[in-house]
């Protein structure tokens, strides 16, 4: 093949990456931005005066940080005491119960809402910031970890001997800190983006809403507006909102960066716990029970009967309500299926040549891969929506793009790319520039280095980045309740489901999505025998 060609044909998918950005991230959002000042008579800051005189949203705002700063605090406590716990200290049964702690992020958070809905009442504020605390903990959990096993055990023995046990416990938090801050911040901005669990527990009376709320209520208001302020009030609430986030998220990675890998020789010591090492067994047991056992245990219980007073629960039920299953839930089941699948390779694909411009050339690019994680999915859902409803290209180009499945995989695909972006730049840091220097003297083409110098170092980590896309896509609810497609998707057909109170089908359904969700990590430990042997 011609150099040049080859050269060309090496940049394409780097290319087509900041085309699907740039169409998919920046299009929808620099449309909702540009339509909050171009009114029917030109330009007009008439939407923008209609916010700072609204009283709400100085209320929904302090409540939102509010339900943020109490969610994170739970998330730091149990995701925190849960990895400082289990990572080279003498807890029984850490090497089990540490992988676990990512466990509650294949957990959809709406299902622990239902979990705990199941058992009483939990429509105040503390218990929806228990709830989103809860969900959002593997977070601080797998980047505390990460932080853990990062630290040279040399240097720890060395501060214990010189300055005893208490100081060198201080040295080693300030030692984790960047990547202990960086799993806060990313907890705080997930729990206030976080519109689904707050709705799902919203009660007549109810007294405050969070931010996320209000934009998605002025959503579904919004054709009942007869001024343009009444129109443009859900995307200029929306936009300060995004600053925001976008500012916490630069912190986060800026905090993440600060902390790279320090390749140890030697890891942390085993630290003896003493009187504490079976009562310490709490902090999990409560961790891994409230996210992971208690859901599963509930939706089993709706499966066998317990959501009705006719019959007591039993597996002639339990049958009966497998088969409504099949009838009534198991397309929807498939749908999400092949969606998270069709999405997770798809994210692959345009995550590496970012990654590779991003770990090499320009570090700033991470802020531009990571915006779509500081926008909130109801935001963004709604940028799509009014970029591509009735968009004139798309009619050009024939078919019906907006309401099938393309435009949804496109739709989640910019939602998650961050995660693996992120996660595959980082690997590429910690890869030997020398050797890449080295190969790049090799008389073969920029395409055939690509396949055989670089991709293969990243493999690991794609497996990783997929499984986690995959996992991300199942549990989705704020983007399937605006997308088109999406609506079909079982996350979203449960939601609808339980509120109409047909939780025994809904229950297998459930069930099942999880199984999938979990199986798909569990994978390659399966096939080769052997357990998982850290928090990943």
């Not at 009942?224 to 916490?248: E, H, K, R, Y």
């Not at 991709?455 to 990783?464: E, G, V």
């Not at 986690?468 to 057909?493: M, S």
Request: proline residues 7%; aromatic residues 8%; positive net charge.
């Amino acid at each position: 093949m011609n150099p040049r060609a080859s050269k060309l044909l090496s940049r394409l998918p780097l290319l087509a990456a900041f085309t699907f950005l740039a169409v998919f991230v920046l299009l929808p959002l620099g449309m909702l931005a540009a339509q909050t000042v171009l009114g029917p008579d030109g330009f007009t800051l008439e939407a923008w005066r209609a916010l700072f005189s609204d009283a709400h949203v100085t209320d929904q705002l302090l409540a939102t940080i509010a339900l943020g700063i109490c969610a994170t605090a739970i998330s730091f406590a149990l995701g925190g005491g849960h990895a400082w716990l289990t990572v080279q200290r003498d807890l029984p049964g850490a090497g089990w119960l540490g992988p676990l702690g990512v466990a509650p992020l294949v957990m959809p958070p709406i299902f622990i809402a239902m979990g705990f809905a199941d058992l009483g009442e939990v429509s105040g504020f503390w218990p929806c910031a228990m709830l989103l605390g809860i969900a959002h903990a593997p977070f601080v959990a797998v980047l505390a970890a990460r932080g853990l096993r990062s630290v040279d055990g040399r240097a720890y023995e060395s501060a214990w001997l010189l300055r005893g046990r208490a100081r060198s416990e201080l040295w080693l938090l300030r030692a984790i800190a960047p990547e202990l801050l960086a799993g806060c911040l990313l907890a705080f901005l997930f729990t206030v983006a976080d519109h689904g669990v707050p709705e799902f527990l919203t009660v007549k009376g109810k007294t405050w809403h969070t931010y996320a709320e209000g934009i998605f209520g002025r959503w579904t208001r919004r054709a009942v507006g007869t001024t343009f302020a009444d129109l443009q009030s859900p995307i200029v609430a929306a936009l300060p909102f995004l600053l925001a986030l976008g500012c916490m998220l630069w912190l986060a990675l800026r905090l993440r960066a600060q902390a790279p890998d320090r390749g140890v020789v030697k890891p942390l010591p085993l630290r003896p716990l003493g009187a504490w090492r079976w009562p310490a067994l709490l902090v999990p047991g409560v961790y891994l029970g409230a996210g992971i056992v208690l859901p599963i245990v509930v939706l089993a219980r709706w499966v066998l009967g317990s959501a009705q007073k006719a019959e007591p629960m039993s597996l002639e039920f339990a049958q009966r309500s497998f088969q409504k299953a099949v009838d009534q839930g198991l397309p929807d089941l498939l749908h999400s299926l092949w969606l998270a699948l069709g999405v997770a390779a798809f994210v692959v694909l345009l995550a590496i040549p970012l990654a590779r411009q991003s770990g090499r050339r320009w570090p700033s690019l991470d802020l531009l891969c990571a915006l779509p994680a500081a926008v909130p999915a109801i935001l963004l859902g709604i940028g799509l929506v009014r970029a591509f409803h009735d968009s004139p290209l798309l009619k050009a180009l024939g078919g019906d793009f907006y309401a099938g499945w393309g435009f949804a995989i496109c739709g989640y695909a910019a939602r998650f790319l961050p995660f693996a972006a992120l996660t595959l730049a980082a690997q590429v840091r910690r890869q030997s520039v020398a050797a890449e220097e080295a190969a790049s003297l090799v008389a073969r083409s920029p395409l055939a280095r690509s396949l055989r110098i670089h991709l293969p170092p990243l493999l690991p980590a794609l497996w990783s980045s997929g499984v986690l896309i995959f996992v991300l896509a199942l549990r989705e609810l704020d983007l399937a309740v605006v997308l088109p497609a999406a609506n079909a998707t079982a996350v979203r057909r449960l939601a609808n489901a339980v509120h109409f109170q047909h939780e025994d089908w809904s229950g297998v359904i459930a069930l099942l999505l999880l199984s999938l969700a979990v199986l798909l990590p569990l994978l390659p430990s399966l096939l080769a025998g052997r357990r998982l042997s850290s928090l990943s």
